[in-house]
């Protein structure tokens, strides 16, 4: 059980465009959604708390514009990347937290490449 | 953001040796978490601990939340190699704003 889906795997798009990740839980339903980067090497940054229904709870110097995250259903909350540019490429990790439950369960990521 | 403490940031052991990895912070938690990350994949969770003085084990795996709360470790018997890869601590605060502040990792590599 706890399994969480992310998708695409690998995205490698030209800069300009806008991308979208998609985090699911197969398994459970999760009211809150995290968002993460991670850079290679480091451990994951936290980006933004996604909650069912509700605005997303981004971290300081996380851009909200550009970072957009929806989170409609119990089971799929979504990061687009807007308007990416090579520094935006990175590692990006998402988990999913059963309702009223520890412990977050993350997808296999995403890794995006901006040329 | 806050970290949690831990070294070293490598460590290499001989297949079958037993390793030991600690985990430390300037805070307490209420929730002690620990993940193994293989290159190119997300976390995957080990062991979840949830209350001070706890003892887990998930098969050759064993791992205790610290009486003070601050402070967790990890210890992996008769290593094997996929037992490579890194491993992070984690620690949180149960209820609403339940974030997770990470370690920065240890990797692990075994020599058979």
């Known amino acids: 059980g706890a399994v969480v889906s992310q998708h695409p795997s690998r995205v490698i798009c030209k800069s300009g465009t806008s991308v979208k990740i998609e985090c699911r839980s197969l398994d459970f339903q999760a009211t809150t959604m995290f968002w993460y980067r991670q850079f290679p090497k480091q451990s994951l940054m936290l980006m933004a708390t996604?909650?069912?229904?509700?605005?997303?709870?981004?971290e300081q110097g996380v851009e909200k514009d550009k970072f957009l995250i929806n989170h409609a259903s119990l089971t799929l909350s979504t990061l687009t990347v807007t308007s990416a540019h090579p520094e935006d490429s990175s590692f990006y990790i998402c988990?999913?937290?059963?309702?009223?439950?520890?412990?977050?369960?993350f997808g296999d990521g995403t890794r995006l490449s901006i040329l | 953001g806050q970290q949690l403490n831990q070294s070293p940031q490598s460590m290499f052991i001989q297949e079958g040796e037993d390793v030991s990895m600690n985990c430390t912070s300037s805070?307490?938690?209420?929730?002690w978490l620990w993940y193994k990350q293989d290159p190119g994949e997300g976390p995957v969770l080990l062991i979840a601990?949830?209350?001070?003085?706890e003892l887990t084990s998930n098969g050759r795996l064993t791992a205790q939340f610290g009486i003070t709360r601050k402070d967790s470790f990890l210890n992996i018997s008769a290593s094997i190699p996929s037992d490579v890869g890194i491993y992070f601590c984690a620690g949180s605060y149960t209820g609403a704003n339940s974030k997770l502040t990470f370690g920065k990792g240890i990797t692990l590599s075994v020599r058979p």
């Open positions: 601990l949830y209350k001070a003085g």
């Open positions: 988990s999913a937290e059963r309702t009223g439950f520890q412990p977050q369960h």
């Open positions: 996604s909650n069912e229904g509700s605005k997303a709870t981004y």
């Open positions: 805070s307490i938690f209420n929730t």
